[in-house]
């Protein structure tokens, strides 16, 4: 199974939050406190809220990152138990 595969669209990011959470438009309902990454599976944040309608959810992201602004319109997956395990202390070159 490749990395991509291991990976699930959360969705885009609408934007930052006044409190410097990222908003994202959820394409998957996560669950709270799940890992986020962005395309080069660079760690973004936690999931920290998910609100809105039922039908059309959004999700509050906790960053990690310093610069979040550059992730606006960015596309967010989430790593699954079993992924977040084997990506604790992982590194990208």
Do not use: C, W
């Amino acid at each position: 199974m490749g990395e991509a595969e291991k990976l699930q669209r959360l969705g885009r990011v609408l934007h930052v939050s006044s409190n410097r959470n990222l908003v994202v438009k959820a394409e998957n309902t996560p669950k709270i406190r799940v890992k986020t990454v962005d395309e080069t599976l660079r760690l973004v944040g936690t999931v920290s809220d998910v609100f809105g309608p039922v039908s059309s959810p959004y999700v509050s992201i906790t960053p990690v990152l310093s610069e979040t602004q550059s992730l606006v319109n960015k596309v967010l997956y989430t790593l699954s138990s079993k992924d977040e395990l084997n990506f604790r202390g992982k590194k990208k070159a």
